[in-house]
């Protein structure tokens, strides 16, 4: 499940969509540490942006579109 911090800029919006959902089921399984936690909270974050900004760039794709082109 975890990769390098510097690998979620790599990661596709599906890819990082899954590992963040690992990492809340992790979270809320509480048999982690403390220290565990806040790696995974900061994991989840750094996922949870890499998602926002893919799906940001989609919808810019999308409004640029001619009107009457799909995709």
Do not use: D, N
């Amino acid at each position: 499940m975890m990769t390098s911090q510097s690998t979620v800029e790599a990661l596709s919006y599906e890819e990082a969509a899954r590992e963040l959902e690992a990492v809340i089921a992790a979270l809320e399984t509480a048999q982690v540490t403390l220290e565990e936690s806040l790696g995974l909270y900061e994991r989840g974050k750094a996922l949870a942006g890499r998602c926002a900004a893919l799906l940001e760039q989609a919808e810019l794709r999308v409004k640029t579109l001619p009107p009457g082109e799909s995709a």
